[in-house]
């Protein structure tokens, strides 16, 4: 058996910066930290916080007046901001500043007077977080069926954004769909689908082609970790997302010659590292490390906690 080890795979720059301020605010602050939503849509980083004493919540009111309360990758609305001023809470804002991109553009347009078509999926913590910036100016869609059924004048002021982790070809089939009916419709100045989720898309693309089997690590609630399993198991046929090494599925790889492994952009690279162990013991495999695209970006830590750290 031969393992192709994609690259790039795992954590992005968003994702290493959320988990970077976590950690340091735990040891600036101790772990008595409260997080709004899922720092990233990962199990095994969410249990390891949790494990150290972080709690996890879905609603601001179930943070003590006067907590540290960190907000996840994904981004909040301005009204769960409100309610955190109103708890007097401290706050570190540990959103992607690619997603902050996509904010600051629906106010833009927003305030220029567009109605904002915004392609994403419904009920997802970035998409709420977009959505929540301009309520009245925003309608979700997910698929070209769905701008079929919008029913703005096809001279309307729209605009049109994305969700960053979505599917590249499909966010283009919608994006392509709504130029059909809205020729004038306004789009961002440079894409909102990130430079991670486009680079490992690729490299599932181009690698699952000679794969019989692809493997993502990734959580079942991570949109990126999804879309690459769903290309992986549109070119190989067969395409797994696990959350770690318990979850391989050892039977489908008898018989098998060539495993692409690669992982969602929340995914941690011990997990990989299991798994890759865990086929090489087994079943005698290779690795063969394959570079699609390299990687260079970083963000720096929130300038609240920045601010923090220098006065510590």
Do not use: W
């Not at 950690?23 to 095994?44: L, P, T, W």
């Not at 969410?46 to 709690?55: A, C, D, L, P, S």
């Amino acid at each position: 058996m031969k393992i192709l080890l994609a690259n790039p795979r795992g954590f992005c720059a968003g994702v290493n910066m959320a988990i970077e301020c976590l950690d340091q605010a735990i040891r600036m602050f101790g772990s008595k930290i409260y997080v709004y939503h899922e720092i990233v849509h990962n199990k095994y980083v969410v249990e390891r916080f949790t494990k150290q004493g972080v709690k996890f919540v879905n609603a601001i009111e179930d943070v003590p007046t006067g907590s540290i309360l960190l907000y996840s990758a994904h981004g909040i609305s301005p009204e769960i901001r409100r309610q955190s001023r109103e708890r007097n809470l401290q706050t570190i804002d540990a959103t992607c500043p690619l997603v902050t991109k996509v904010h600051l553009e629906a106010i833009r347009f927003a305030q220029d007077g567009y109605h904002i078509v915004l392609i994403g999926h419904e009920g997802h913590d970035e998409v709420i977080g977009t959505m929540g910036e301009a309520p009245e100016s925003i309608t979700l869609v997910e698929t070209p069926d769905e701008v079929d059924q919008l029913s703005f004048a096809t001279d309307a002021k729209i605009a049109y954004l994305t969700q960053t982790t979505l599917s590249v070809s499909e966010a283009y089939a919608v994006i392509e769909r709504l130029r059909q009916r809205y020729p004038e419709i306004a789009s961002p100045p440079k894409e909102d689908i990130c430079y991670a989720t486009t680079n490992r898309q690729e490299a599932v693309a181009t690698l699952a082609k000679t794969a019989d089997v692809v493997i993502v690590l990734g959580s079942q609630n991570s949109s990126n970790s999804q879309r690459l399993r769903e290309i992986g198991q549109s070119i190989s046929g067969r395409a797994y997302l696990i959350d770690g090494v318990h979850e391989l599925p050892l039977g489908e790889f008898t018989g098998s010659e060539t495993v692409l492994i690669t992982a969602g952009a929340s995914a941690p690279e011990v997990v990989v590292e299991e798994c890759v162990d865990t086929l090489v013991a087994r079943f005698g495999a290779e690795v063969e490390h394959v570079i699609v695209r390299e990687e260079h970006v970083h963000f720096p830590l929130p300038k609240e906690l920045r601010v923090l750290q220098a006065a510590t």
